[in-house]
């Protein structure tokens, strides 16, 4: 059940009650500017233990940095696993504060995007509101906020991966025939075939090709069965 907790200033209530409206919460609000986030842990926090989520508008707090940070991570000796949102509308990704909050293993963040239009902009931080109060930011998402993080390094690890992949052979689209021989007759050749040795050589191989083990199982299990009932028909036969 959603019923968060929206401490933020006025100028950003508005949109911030609206999404929470639009995933059926009803937030409890305290609206207005120069909170002190370290009032409210100490005298207002055990008043809010039960609401699902804690929305903190950064601009509407006296408490700025390293402060406001560790604030924050206070609020989880009174309650362990409280789902913290921080509005960030002032905030870009690189911001000293977004990467304490991150290092810090607040994750659910919501700030600008710099490289698109205000249109765009508004619309994605819309989005990652909804999954910040929904199911929580995606690390995708969150790790732009981390300083340490590098995408162009990420990017050429995908990029190396890709391409190791496709010299990857691909034994599906192969014509494999497999025989198993035996060097005398009743020494189990035919029990292995059946067995499961082969699917797991080829479930290695490719797991497409790994289905053409049930065809060979059941023409194997069919013609023990053929060649059973054919000696015992000739026993039948002999002893008429």
Not at 27 to 52: H, M, N
Not at 156 to 184: C, D, F, L, M, T
């Amino acid at each position: 059940m959603l019923n968060p907790l929206l401490i933020s200033r006025k100028e950003n209530a508005g949109i911030l009650r609206r999404i929470c409206s639009e995933l059926g919460a009803v937030p409890r609000e305290i609206i207005g500017e120069d909170w002190s986030l370290a009032v409210f842990l100490k005298r207002d926090l055990k008043t809010y233990l039960y609401q699902s989520h804690f929305i903190f508008d950064l601009s509407a707090f006296k408490e700025q940095g390293d402060e406001f940070v560790n604030l924050c991570a206070g609020i989880y000796y009174q309650k362990s696993d409280a789902n913290i949102v921080i509005y960030a509308d002032n905030c870009y990704p690189g911001d000293e504060i977004l990467d304490k909050l991150v290092h810090n293993g607040i994750t659910n963040i919501v700030a600008n995007y710099p490289d698109v239009d205000e249109k765009t902009n508004i619309s994605m931080m819309t989005q990652d509101l909804k999954e910040c109060i929904t199911e929580g930011l995606s690390q995708k998402k969150w790790r732009r906020f981390d300083k340490s993080f590098d995408a162009f390094a990420e990017a050429r690890e995908a990029a190396r991966i890709a391409e190791k992949e496709k010299e990857k052979p691909r034994y599906s689209q192969s014509n494999i025939s497999i025989a198993v021989v035996g060097a005398q007759g009743r020494i189990g050749a035919t029990t292995f075939a059946g067995s499961g040795i082969i699917e797991s050589f080829l479930k290695m191989l490719d797991p497409v090709i790994a289905a053409t083990h049930w065809i060979l199982t059941a023409i194997v299990i069919l013609s023990i069965v053929i060649m059973v009932a054919s000696k015992n028909l000739v026993k039948t036969k002999r002893q008429v």
